[in-house]
T-cell receptor
């Protein structure tokens, strides 16, 4: 079992839908949780960064962490075709630790 | 800042040839990472440097791979000899120590095809 599991998809939704992307993990020591977005033929870029449990909101994006279930989610409200990309979760034990990445979920938002 | 700069963007070579990938990190970033991305395995960490010193190279697949960072503004990843299974997108990323090693800025990647 990999430390971080993420369904590769693809996940296809209509424009305007609420999207839920998820990752599970096995290492209970993870405390820092990140979401990266990767457009086709580009490098990943940091989208959201959270510490420990709880929610964090940034515009149409909400990151949620449930450490008791070892489960993190990224919600996208009012999804747009420009949100079509691969979303990778990443997590780290501490601030100075290298993050472990999930394989990424491919999201397609069709008009 | 121009971000993390990688070259070449695309490389097509024949099996057995030497391949050198180059990276210029963001000025002031203390950490530099080399990743490999494939459909099957996702993003894999190959090696990372802190202040130009290699810290962990346990992800380097085998002795055919080597990486150097002669100064704070330049790093190379070399594959010699290359094999078809090395075909992948190779990313360089950098991070400032002020944010720990978590917040990575990635380059656009070097797409390697070994025939």
């Amino acid at each position: 079992q990999k430390e971080v599991e993420q369904d590769p998809g693809p996940l296809s939704v209509p424009e305007g839908a609420i999207v839920s992307l998820n990752c599970t993990y096995s290492n209970s020591a993870f405390q820092y949780f990140m979401w990266y977005r990767q457009y086709s033929r580009k490098g990943p870029e940091l989208l959201m960064y959270t510490y420990s449990s709880g929610n964090k909101e940034d515009g149409r994006f909400t990151a949620q962490v449930d450490k008791s279930s070892k489960y993190i989610s990224l919600f996208i409200r009012d999804s747009q075709p420009s949100d079509s990309a691969t979303y990778l979760c990443a997590m780290a034990i501490g601030g100075s630790y290298i993050p472990t990445f999930g394989r990424g979920t491919s999201l397609i938002v069709h008009p | 800042d121009a971000g993390v700069i990688q070259s070449p963007r695309h490389e097509v070579t024949e099996m057995g040839q030497e391949v050198t990938l180059r990276c210029k990190p963001i000025s002031g970033h203390d950490y530099l990472f080399w990743y490999r991305q494939t459909m099957m395995r996702g993003l894999e960490l190959l090696i990372y440097f802190n202040n130009n010193v290699p810290i962990d190279d346990s992800g380097m697949p085998e002795d055919r791979f080597s990486a150097k960072m002669p100064n704070a503004s330049f790093s190379t990843l070399k594959i010699q000899p290359s094999e078809p299974r090395d075909s992948a997108v190779y990313f360089c990323a950098s991070s400032p120590s002020s944010s720990g090693a978590n917040v990575l800025t990635f380059g656009a990647g070097s797409r390697l095809t070994v025939l």
